[in-house]
């Protein structure tokens, strides 16, 4: 039994300028203000899309330079099932690039996929020294070693990026404090504009 996915879109904007198939994984252990895809976190979007399909898709595109597992959030699964799918994409296509996106709670699963993947989008999602407002921002408890460390396994590879999304609770001022908390890794930072989701559960 293999990873099974909700849905697939192709796009040059989440890889910039990499012509990217990014799958959505549901579920995830974080309950994010205004989540976008807060149905897959619930696990209300059936996966129906077996890893047999996306490999399909995979070896039918010569044009796709990318690959992005995202969600919900991937390291919720077992590394060794994430690592099995990757090294079937990777034998079929073996210039192929993988990306995985995160919210950095779970190091020990980087650590096991940066032997074979090409980066990590990592989200900050408030100042690393302000526990209380990322727990505000999340709805749960906020480990600052799980993120540091993630941080530090996913910095400088090719494709790593890190994110913020400017939250309406996020002054200017925080914003800064991200950015200094950001500023000994090498790997740029994002700060993409909040969309406001109202019919999210965890608003």
Same mark, same amino acid.
């Given at each position: ?5 909700? !849905? ?18 549901? #579920? ?30 995979? !070896? ?9 597992? !995202? ?29 995985v996106d995160t919210n950095g709670t779970n190091p020990k699963a980087v650590k096991a996929l940066k032997e074979l993947v090409d980066g990590f989008a990592v989200d900050v999602k408030a100042p690393p ?6 727990? #505000? ?65 965890f608003v």
């Amino acid at each position: 039994m293999g990873l099974r996915f909700v !849905s697939y879109l192709y796009t040059t904007k989440d890889v910039p300028d990499r012509w990217s198939l990014v799958l959505f994984l549901p #579920y995830c252990n974080l309950r994010c203000r205004h989540c976008h895809n807060w149905r897959l976190v619930l696990g209300r979007e059936p996966a129906r899309l077996t890893e047999e399909e996306v490999l399909k898709e995979v !070896s039918n595109n010569p044009l796709l330079e990318c690959l992005v597992l !995202s969600g919900g959030e991937p390291t919720v699964y077992p590394p060794s099932l994430l690592l099995s799918f990757i090294k079937k994409v990777k034998k079929l296509n073996p210039s192929i690039l993988v990306r995985v996106d995160t919210n950095g709670t779970n190091p020990k699963a980087v650590k096991a996929l940066k032997e074979l993947v090409d980066g990590f989008a990592v989200d900050v999602k408030a100042p690393p020294d302000e526990p209380e407002l990322y727990r #505000y921002a999340t709805l749960k408890p906020f480990n600052r070693k799980a993120l540091e460390e993630t941080l530090t396994l996913a910095d400088g590879m090719p494709l790593t990026l890190f994110r913020t999304t400017r939250y309406p609770w996020l002054t200017d001022e925080k914003l800064k404090k991200i950015e200094r908390f950001l500023k000994p890794f090498s790997s740029p930072w994002l700060v993409n504009e909040f969309v406001s989701v109202p019919d999210c559960p965890f608003v």
